[in-house]
Every structure is written in structure tokens, then in C-alpha cells.
């Protein structure tokens, strides 16, 4: 440690200890977490693909029912289930009150100003294209909330043979985007810094959202070639330290999609109220 | 190792390098963040575009297919163009899950338009006049998509406007605004592994 | 895996549409364990060479080579997997998320069977110290731990020949006697060859066998053998080109007036990120007229937090940070001054340079904020060419920021501030990997900032900046990220 000159007093800053911040899951999230993610990805495409095909509120509200019986009974946290749907009901909304105000019309007519058009059959279409967009979406923000990027790389690389370069060199490159928020900041502490931090602007934004797409490049590029320097790419064969295979418990979460999916559409269909999104 | 002469274009290798996939998964990202980004933001802008002409709206459409043109410009291998552009379409889809899978579907038809035009250019012609060509193949690919998914009902004349103000939105935002971004990319220093990073400023 | 030994015969190398070739005419023989310790000046192609001889160079679409290049009898362009290679950067050699699987990365390449890849990851996670469990987020660790995780993943493919491209250039001093002793260790057990780059000979000097100094003029080899041969040989001219040589430590005038007025003062200042995440609390100090004050400690500890918050760029979790003599008609707090007035009366020097950059040339930075008004603009444009030439930037003027390399950025990040010449200076790592030459210059430079009345607020492990600037020292005692 290097010795204070000038016989100057010396300062000492301590840290508070700071808490942990791995807690243990819970049983019901252990099991989630143990289904192999081409199989939760199987099952979130099921649903989301049966779901397209129509835009009515029974079937999207039967399947978004089903699915929060199901979320209840399988055991999650109830407090991350409500943080991970809040930004997507946010953004359900969002693509409800644009189909609201620029939807098909049809019906008795409510407001009409320029392009904006509020109908009955467009208050309809809103509420059927916010449940829509929840039920479809649901899933798959649960299922791949609770996957860690690497177990998917390795579940696309083993079970669907996915070439081994481009799911690892994807899996490398998405664990820089963590790094993108920090490096967000300190662009932004450092306009502040050079004098040019008052006032926003598009141009402003574009130049530091430029700027960080070169740093996420530079990174990305030194990444390669410390991947290289471990062997990565080479055209022998790969071993997988981590298995991934598909079991029983996978199965039954994509037949349980399918029931799903199956039940909602049936009822959709029954009631009449199946509305093909191709025939419009 | 090879000893070829030094200039840009040694040895055609098609073959994608570990750096290839790292920095296309690194532009698809941040194209899937621009895409984000436009969701929210596009509806003001072209709602009034659409009362001026319909079919119009689609004259700002072309940001959703920048992803392919970067793509391609930059890594400059079969399939670069289709793969940033899904992967953009992923990161969008993650983050807002608005329309699903629909979107990976049509991240894959943009990127196709964008990659028959380097394909037929035999991924050796990166000038600006083919970034605008890809541009706009991209674009009519969009646009075909959307007609068939989203606006099958609509009449001819809705369509051709569609279609028209999709492929100029892709040759100019997409096409020639991607080249741009790719040009200021190059001259950071940045893509000194990549072709795109050691030609003169000319090309 | 037994070592390797390393033959060059006239071996040069030149990158793609440069028409300099960066390495030329190499002839070296290095044997099977030898252990070297690899110099030059900036540019003369040290770590070129090591990235041909781990095989990471490019094939012949990014440049053209000359003469051959062996590694064990074997070309070196496939000698993926036989040599390791440990780069300067910790953060981008981090490539999965979790410990275990970032070490195990190496045999997954080379095709090693599941179980025999575990057995491998935790006996070198052993050897380098890290004693972590396998899960643990790899983003976690500090510098040297990462630097010692990369370690282990390059020993977990058994390589014959160890490199490393300045691996210690930042880390701060733990982590590099970490690194240091992790690296004897290994070399000892395996026997490996072992290549290290680094500017700092005095942390190797003991554990490599022989010396070699690359010629960046003429190509070639300038200076072989025994350390102690060459020191004392070639000492002067190595230090003159950048090397820090044992026992040659650079004189420099300290500074020579004597401290001024409180400029700023912290008051019982928590520091941290966010409001539920304070790093160090408790921090009174403060800065006066031409003297400074320098944060010391690892990495880890919240120096950077501290030149933040003193720089007026993020709030205080608690306490205050006054300068009223700065104000000048403003309030006393920098934090609640427009960044115009900030920039003028703080100069703000990040760790990463790169995050600064905002013109498209190096002149144009340096212009940001200068005065543009006839008389005054031709004053500033005279100090900015003069800052430009103490700083050894005036031949880059027309280059792109990002194109330089990292101790030319962090020089003009210094330079950007240095132009305004604002009444305090706050830098973090100012010295960050700087050899010899340019650290002299940075330093001079600053101690003539001090003399004209400049107070310094710096957070740095470096030393021998603080003893060169006679600093005041506050030491954050921070624990590091839980694990050892």
C-alpha cells in the first residue's frame, strides 16, 4: 500500500456489507427450471402460433384463464410472475389502443377525427387483441424467464443440431448485452461531462446510440478472438459439457400447450365467434 | 498461410469466421433494439400518412428492414443478411411480444428480399447502388408479406400504394441510410476484420 | 500436453490494405519450457506475434505473411488448442456466464469427453486460486479474478505454450501479484513455454529465463539474452522506448507550489450507484489550489464511484460535495450545475476513454468547448497543437478517435480535458496502460498544471503517480466482491 506524503492525515472509507443476492427457488420453479428449453419453446410456439389464427376474446381469454390456473398451480413466485407481466401488459396496451383508434370499423361509430376511427367493432377488436396479445405472450416471457441463455444454446445445439458455431458465437454475443445498459450510462455521464449533455434530441441520442453499437462491435470482435484462442470454430468435432435431452416432464408441457390451445380454439369455434386474421 | 496479394478481395471465403457470427449477432441486436425502439414510436408518424393516402403509411416502414441490409454489407457471407434480420426480429419480439412469431416470420421474408439481391450480385458488388437495391427488394418483400398477413381485404389500388411507398422506404432508409451507417461504422476502425472496414472510402 | 518450442525464420507479417508490415524479418528460436519475457516499443508487433503463434491471426483474407512460423514442427495457423493465449482486457475474455462453463469452454472445443472436462475445470480453477463454486456469475469477479478465471480456461486444454499480451495492464497491484503468482504456479507444474508482453518488467523479471526486445524500425531482433544481460546493456535505450526497466525509474521535478484555497470538500459523503446499493461511506476530504488528492484501492472499492460523484456527474446517497469557490455565481453542489458550467469548471476523465468520444477526429475533440470567438478562439487553437504535441497526438489529428490505440486514448481523453484548462481536474486511472515515455509526459504535464494552480482529484493504484504528484491519499478500504 503506498505511503502518505506531506505527514497529511489519511482518510478511510468503509463499505456496508452488502447482502446476498442469490436467493433459493422455489420447488415449483426448481421443476420449470429442470424442462429442457426446446421443449418450453415448443410449447410457447404452439400456443402463440394456435392463437394467431384468430382474433375474437373467447378464445383469448379462455387460453389466458387456462394459463394463469396453470402459472398458479405450477408454483411460481407470485411476485416475479407479476414483475415479468407488467411490462407486457404495458405493451399489450399499447398495441390494443392502436388497433382501437385505427382498427377495422364496423358498427355504430363512437369518435372519427382525421384517421381515427372508434367503432363498436373496433372496441371490440381492442379488447380481443389485448387479451390476444397476453395470452400468446405469456408463456413464453414465463418459460423463458425462468431459462438461462446458456441452457437454451445447449438444448438448440444437442437436441434440434442447431451447427455449433452460430449458437455459441449467438449466445457470446448476447451475454455483451448486459454490459450495454452500463456502458449506456457512462455515454451519458460522459456528454454531461464534455459540456454537450444539456438538452435532449434525436440527434444526441443517435450519436451516443452510435456510439455504442462501435463499442458493442470492438467487443464483440476482441470476444471472437479470445473464443478463437480457445479453440472455438475449429472444423473438428464439439463435446457438450452440459447434457440436454429431452424427457417425459418435456413432453407433457408441449400436450399441455396443445390441450390448451386445442380447448380454446374449440370454444371460440363453438360460440361462433372465430374470426380468421387471413379472411380479413 | 496463404500469401495472396493485399487488397480487399483475396481470396473469396464464404465460409462465416467466428468473428463473422459474433459481430452479426452483435448487429442484430442492436437492430432488434432500433426495431424496438419504432414499435412505440411509429404509430404517430404514419397514421397521418395513411389518412393523406392509404397505402401511404408504409413510406416509413423501411427501419424494419435495415437489420438485413447492415447485415450483408457488413459481414458480406450467404445467409448474413436473413440471419441478422431474424435475429433482430427475435430481440423485438422478446422485448415487446407484441405479434409473436408473426414477426420472426416476417424478420425471415424481409431478410430473404435483401439476400437475393447479393446473391445475384454474387456476394462480390457492396456499392451503394446495390445497398439500395437490397433496400428495396426488402422492402417489397415487406410489403408482400403485410398484404397477404395483415391487409388481405384491401383493393388493388391500396395495395400498389402500399407496395410502391414500401420498396422507396427501403431503398432510401434501409438501402442507402444503411450504407451511410456502415460508411461512419468503417471509419471508426472498428470492422478492420471485415472487408467493409479496409476499402477506400469510394466504394 | 508436453511444451512446445517455437521456430521463426524470417517470418513478417502485414495486415490487410496497410502497407507497412508489422512484424518483418523475425528469426527466433525459443525451446520447449523456456520462459521469455517479450519487448518492444508500441507497434513493433509483440502482440501480432503472439496472435499468429496462437493461431488467431486470420487466414489470408486479412493480410499476408512471409517466411514460416512453427510452433511444435507444426504451422502455427493450427495450432488452435495447443497454445493458450491470455489477452489485456478481462472483460472480453469472459465468453459464458458462468464460471464453470467458462472454463469448461476450451474442452468443449477440442472435443474432451463430459466427465474428464469437469475433473479438468475443477483442478484449474485450484491451480490459479479461485476457489468459487461452479455457478457462480463470472460478471461478479473482479479484474484479477477474471483475469485468473481466463487463466483457467486456457490451462483446462492443457496448451504446450503459454501466452500472455500484457495480462496485468488493468488490474490493480492485487491483482496482479494474483495473476503473477497463478502464471509461476502453473508454469511450474506443466512445464509449458511461456510468452509474456508487458511494459511492467519488474512483476516478471524474477520468473522468466531470457529477454527478447523486438526492433520496430528495422524489424528484426534488437536485443537477446540473460534480463540482467540486457538491462544493463541495453537499460537506457529500452526505457527510452517505453520500457519501465528495473532500477531506471524516471526522475521527474515535483511540483512546487505550495496548496492554495480549499477548492472543493466531500462531508461525510455515501457514495454508490443506485439509493439501495451504497459502495463506502463515511468520506470527508477535501482538494486545494495546486495540490491534489488521489483515491486509492482496488477495483472494486468505489474509486470510481468517488471521481463521479466528486465530478459532479452523479448524486451523493448522503453528505455533500461543495465547491463554492468554483461556483462563481452558481450554487455551491456540481451536481446541480448544467453541463456546460460543468464542463468548464471540472475536467472529468473516464476509466474506459472510449465512452468520451464524441467527434469524428481527434482535432475536432479536442475542439469541443474551446472558445470560438476570434481572439480567444486563436489562443485556444494555440494550446490545443501544443497539447497535442506534449501528448505525442499531433501526427493523429486527422484520425478517428476509435482508431487509436488504448494509452493514444487515454492521452487524448487527458488532452480533451487539459484544452479547457478548467480549476480541477478529476481523473480516473489517468495512468492506465501508459509505457515508460508516455507516462513521463502525462505525469510532467499534470505536476505543470499543479504548479499554475490546478487542484487534482484522481483515483489511481498507481504508486508512483501519487509519490510524483505528492497526492494526499484517501484510501478506500471497500471489501472486494465477497469472494477471495
Known sequence: MPSPSRNQPVTRAFAPPTPSDRPAPARGERRIRGINPVAKLAASAVIALGLVVTIDWVSASIALGLEAVLLIWSGLSFRRIVARVVPLTLSAALAASTILLYGRPSGATHLEVLAIHITDGSIELMVATFLRVLAMALPAVVLFGTTEATEMADGLGQVLKLPPRFVIGALAAWRLVSLVQQDWQFLTLSRRARGVGDGRGVRRFGGQAFALLVLSIRRGTALATAMEARGFGGRSHRSWARPSRLRCADATLVFIALVLVGVALTASVATGHFTPILAQ | MDTTTVTGRTSLNLRWRVVDIVVASVIGVAAGLVFFAWNQLYAPVSAPLQVALPGLQSLVYGVWVIGGVVGGLVIRKPGAAILVELLAAIVSTGLGAQWGFLTLESGIVQGLGAELVFLAFLYRGWRLPVAILAGAASGLAMAGNDLILYYAGADAWFALVYTVSAVISGAVIAGAGGWLVVRALARTGVLTRFEAGRESPSS | ?484
Open chain 3, 1 to 484: 500436453m508436453s511444451p512446445v518450442d517455437v521456430r521463426a525464420s524470417g517470418w513478417g507479417w502485414r495486415h490487410a490494405g496497410r502497407s507497412r508490415w508489422t512484424v518483418r524479418d523475425l528469426d527466433v528460436h525459443i525451446p520447449a519450457g523456456q520462459k521469455v519475457l517479450l519487448l518492444g516499443a508500441s507497434g513493433s508487433g509483440k502482440s501480432t506475434f503472439l496472435a499468429a503463434l496462437a493461431g488467431v491471426l486470420g487466414g489470408g483474407e486479412e493480410g499476408e505473411s512471409t517466411g514460416s512460423l512453427l510452433v511444435g514442427g507444426g504451422p502455427a495457423a493450427s495450432a488452435r488448442g495447443t497454445v493458450g493465449l491470455l489477452l489485456q482486457d478481462p472483460e472480453s475474455q469472459i465468453i459464458l456466464a458462468r464460471v464453470g462453463d467458462d472454463v469448461a469452454f476450451g474442452c468443449e472445443n477440442l472435443g474432451v469427453p463430459r466427465d474428464e472436462t469437469w475433473r479438468r475445470v475443477r483442478q484449474c480453477l485450484r491451480d490459479v486460486g479461485l476457489d468459487i463454486p461452479l455457478d457462480y456469475p463470472s460478471a461478479s469477479l473482479s479484474g484479477g479474478q477474471k483475469q485468473r478465471l481466463a487463466l483457467a480456461g486456457v490451462l483446462a486444454m492443457r496448451p504446450g505454450m503459454i501466452l500472455l499480451d500484457e495480462p496485468t495492464a488493468n488490474l490493480d497491484p492485487t491483482g496482479v501479484l494474483e495473476v503473477r503468482d497463478a502464471v509461476a504456479r502453473v508454469v511450474e507444474q506443466t512445464g509449458a513455454t511461456l510468452i509474456v508482453v508487458e511494459h511492467r518488467v519488474g512483476v516478471w523479471r524474477d520468473l522468466v529465463d531470457r529477454v527478447v526486445v523486438l526492433d520496430e524500425v528495422g524489424g528484426g531482433i534488437l536485443a537477446d539474452g540473460v534480463p540482467d544481460a540486457v538491462f544493463a546493456k541495453d537499460g537506457t535505450r529500452l526505457a527510452e522506448a517505453g520500457v519501465w526497466v528495473p532500477g531506471l525509474e524516471p526522475w521527474l521535478a515535483p511540483p512546487r507550489r505550495a496548496a492554495g484555497h480549499v477548492v472543493l470538500a466531500a462531508e461525510g459523503l455515501t457514495i454508490g450507484r443506485g439509493p439501495n446499493s451504497p459502495i463506502a461511506s463515511g468520506i470527508t476530504a477535501s482538494v486545494r489550489q495546486a495540490s491534489a488528492l488521489v483515491a486509492s484501492g482496488d477495483n472494486g472499492s468505489g474509486k470510481t464511484t468517488l471521481a463521479l460523484t466528486v465530478g459532479g456527474l452523479i448524486r451523493p446517497l448522503a453528505g455533500t460535495v461543495l465547491a463554492p469557490r468554483l461556483a462563481r455565481g452558481l450554487c455551491a453542489e456540481p451536481i446541480r450545475w448544467r453541463s456546460r458550467e460543468l464542463a468548464s469548471r471540472i475536467g472529468n476523465v473516464f476509466q474506459n476513454s472510449e465512452h468520451q468520444f464524441i467527434a469524428a477526429t481527434v482535432e475536432h475533440e479536442l475542439a469541443i468547448g474551446l472558445p470560438k470567438t476570434r481572439a480567444d478562439g486563436q489562443r485556444a487553437r494555440r494550446l490545443l497543437l501544443e497539447t497535442a504535441e506534449r501528448l505525442a497526438l499531433s501526427h493523429l489529428l486527422t484520425a478517428n478517435p476509435f482508431t487509436l490505440s488504448g494509452g493514444e486514448q487515454r492521452r487524448l481523453a487527458v488532452a480533451t480535458v487539459l484544452v479547457r484548462q478548467p480549476p480541477l481536474l478529476v481523473l480516473d486511472e489517468p495512468t492506465f496502460g501508459q509505457d515508460r515515455r508516455t507516462w513521463v509526459e502525462l505525469v510532467r504535464l499534470l505536476i505543470e498544471r499543479l504548479d499554475a494552480g490546478t487542484a487534482i482529484v484522481a483515483a489511481s493504484h498507481d504508486s508512483e503517480f501519487v509519490a510524483a504528484l505528492e497526492a494526499e491519499l484517501l484510501v478506500m478500504d471497500g471489501s472486494a466482491m465477497g469472494v477471495r
